[in-house]
């Protein structure tokens, strides 16, 4: 789409009400600091209407992203209490690295938020060495044939012919892990993994609209491309809000990686599809194709994650209107999750963001997320002026 055609929806940037960000950014950390002792060592998974967090069991892709928030809030405001209880987080996932059954493509989430952090903020030794050892697990995934990375196990419910040959548009987030792995060991063989399955996620789950499909099927033994197909959005032809903001995010991380323009055009193209079909109060609906009869959930987590790639491109724009259309983009979702989902002044809630849907089809729905609470702090952050996140 044009730059002409997003300028000249004017209504849609128009409705932006200016929020006080340096404002939402000291309460999402408040609240952080006042949930260090609830939450413990425990890592949150899901929550529901009372506002507590249930917790992970010993392998979940989630684990990592309270950590996350430990290590941003750290970063923010120095206080021990913060880093001390991230670096808790450690045993849990040496735990998960003992377990190779258990691991698959969410290594990335997993340990960039948790390991990769605390070596980058504590120089610490043992969190790189367990880093490296996830950053090599996740490059036993990619398939040198098809040049792609294999989301899931035979473990997963899909069972093993339909997981062997699959891999998922969230798995451009768990890239960083094998960039970090090349430039921490000087070893080429990750970071070029890491572009040859970004370069095929460009060419298959990408729709030729720019819409995304959420997961991608390969012949497990010949390796020839078959079709798309979704798991947790409505349908294999529609696109997914929560996978439409993993690919915003997660290609223009890849650009930040390579310099290579075509993902940044990606990003951006991803982000137009997205832009033009948000809603007036900034916050997605959980499938942007949901037919008219069905109940409209909204998900708060996809709109996070797509308000930080919003200010991500933003930021790597090189012309002035560029910059500001996903600039007022990245604002326009923010404004709408500070005014409406925000939890972060509610004393009970354990988490940052209402009205999450994690897995609709599954009964998952208005809820507090992790990932959301993590990508929402990373969004105030980025409009505060922060650039340095440990996906980088
Ligand atoms: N499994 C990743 C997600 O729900 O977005």
């Not at 990686?257 to 997205?274: D, M, P, R, S, V």
């Not at 409406?340 to 209402?354: F, I, K, R, T, V």
């Not at 993590?374 to 980025?382: D, I, N, P, S, V």
Request: net charge negative; glycine share 6%; proline share 3%.
């Amino acid at each position: 789409m044009s730059i002409e055609a997003l300028t000249s929806d004017k209504e849609v940037i128009s409705t932006n009400q200016v929020c006080n960000y340096e404002v939402a950014l000291e309460n999402a950390v408040s609240s952080i600091v006042k949930n260090v002792s609830k939450i413990g060592d425990r890592n949150p998974k899901i929550g529901k209407t009372n506002l507590k967090y249930a917790f992970c069991g010993p392998s979940d892709w989630v684990s990592g992203f309270w950590a996350g928030q430990l290590w941003l809030a750290y970063k923010i405001t120095g206080e021990q209490s913060l880093r001390n209880s991230a670096c808790l987080r450690k045993a849990y996932h040496q735990n998960l690295l003992e377990h190779p059954h258990w691991l698959d493509h969410d290594l990335g989430f997993q340990f960039s938020l948790t390991a990769v952090a605390q070596y980058k903020l504590l120089g610490d030794n043992d969190a790189s060495e367990q880093a490296l050892r996830a950053a090599d697990a996740l490059l036993s995934r990619f398939r040198r044939v098809g040049k792609y990375i294999v989301a899931w196990n035979e473990t997963h419910e899909l069972g093993l012919e339909k997981t062997q040959g699959r891999t998922i548009i969230d798995s451009l987030q768990n890239l960083a892990l094998l960039f970090w792995a090349s430039n921490e060991t000087s070893n080429p063989t990750y970071r070029n993994a890491a572009i040859e399955h970004a370069e095929t996620l460009m060419k298959h789950i990408v729709r030729e609209d720019y819409s995304t499909f959420h997961t991608f099927n390969f012949n497990a033994m010949t390796q020839e491309p078959i079709k798309g197909e979704t798991f947790q959005g409505y349908s294999d032809a529609s696109c997914w809000s929560r996978g439409q903001a993993w690919a915003i995010h997660g290609f223009a991380q890849i650009f930040e990686h390579t310099g290579e323009h075509k993902f940044l055009e990606l990003a951006k193209n991803l982000a137009n599809y997205a832009i033009e079909r948000l809603p007036d109060d900034g916050i997605p609906l959980w499938d942007f194709d949901l037919p008219s009869d069905e109940i409209p959930y909204r998900d708060s987590s996809a709109a996070a994650i797509m308000a930080a790639g919003m200010l991500l491109i933003s930021s790597h724009c090189d012309n002035s209107m560029e910059e500001s259309i996903y600039h007022k983009a990245g604002e326009k979702i923010l404004n709408g999750l500070i005014q409406q989902c925000d939890l972060s002044q509610n004393p009970q809630a354990e988490g940052l963001l209402g009205e999450g849907a994690s897995f609709v089809k599954g009964g998952l729905v208005n809820n507090m997320l992790p990932y959301g609470d993590y990508y929402y702090l990373e969004a105030l952050m980025r409009m505060n002026g922060y650039t340095d996140f440990f996906w980088k």
